[in-house]
């Protein structure tokens, strides 16, 4: 038990430091924006209680906002994924058996890891984006950002689960 805390606990700290001090200084005329940290509450065990996640996901989110002075939109995104996991688990996942309680990409079938990644990412930076901008004047501009930062982001999380993330 002390030994899964302390490997979730490394992997809060690790995620936050390389999305403030790498991927927070990459930006591509405003269209890239890889937001990274949330790979913390996407690799939270299943069988996690869903207000452990909530906080978890909204003291990540807090933490981010701190670094980056951004007044909340980070924390309202990841709590909103971290509500929204158990409903993207239910909805890709066909049977409880196919399920395994780590949500890595050792543990499921790549198709399985990419289509529940794709999904959690899109939904953050589509929630993200818009709170970010908080108007519907330039819709398909801020569209357009968030799904470019997506595919960015969908990109490093998969390619860090083979790098980084082996059990």
Known sequence: MIRILLKYAIM???????????????????????YVYILFVILLPLSTPRYAI???GFFLGLVIDIFTNSLGIHAAATVFIAYARSLVIRLI?????????????????????????????VLHH???????VFTLANFFNTFYRAILSSIFSII??????????RD
């Open 12 to 34: 809060f700290v690790s995620l936050v430091l390389i999305q403030v001090l790498i991927f927070n200084q990459v930006q591509f005329n405003g269209f890239f924006n890889p």
């Open 156 to 165: 490093v999380i998969v390619l860090s689960q083979f790098l980084v993330f």
């Open 126 to 132: 589509v929630f993200l984006f818009y709170i970010e």
């Open 93 to 121: 996942s066909n049977r409880e058996d196919d399920r395994s309680d780590y949500p890595g990409l050792k543990q499921n079938s790549l198709v399985w890891f990419v289509r529940y990644v794709s999904i959690m990412v």
């Open 54 to 56: 909530l906080i978890l």
